[in-house]
Nanobody, 114 residues
Framework: QVQLVESGGGLVQAGGSLRLSCAAS????????MGWYRQAPGKQRELVAK???????NYADSVKGRFTISRDNAKNMVYLQMNSLKPEDTAVYYC????????WGQGTRVTVSA
């Protein structure tokens, strides 16, 4: 079965950095566009960044220049390096595979204090 396990979240001060990881199983990882999404309290889930199997990336305007998505197809892992964090980045972060849009992990919580 599909499993997506996110990790790496935590509490950080504004301006700090975190690196999120997502371990995927049950999918043909190398054939999937992988995405990081986030859901802040009281808001809808939104796409933060995505990466194709070949490494092409796309970012939400709100994180461009601060976040970097990467992947390791040999390890079935996708990462999100988050720098210059802002309080508005506070959310639960999830990864997702485009061929399994209904499958979500438990997410990892990121809290950025002012």
């Amino acid at each position: 079965q599909v499993q997506l396990v996110e990790s790496g979240g935590g509490l950080v001060q504004a301006g700090g950095s975190l690196r999120l990881s997502c371990a995927a199983s049950g999918i043909i990882f190398s054939m999937n566009i992988m995405g990081w999404y986030r859901q802040a309290p009281g808001k809808q889930r939104e796409l933060v960044a995505k990466i194709t199997s070949g490494g092409s990336t796309n970012y939400a305007d709100s994180v461009k220049g601060r976040f970097t998505i990467s992947r390791d197809n040999a390890k079935n892992m996708v990462y999100l390096q988050m720098n210059s964090l802002k309080p508005e980045d506070t959310a639960v972060y999830y990864c997702n595979a485009h061929t399994r849009p209904g499958y979500w992990g438990q997410g990892t919580r990121v809290t950025v204090s002012a």
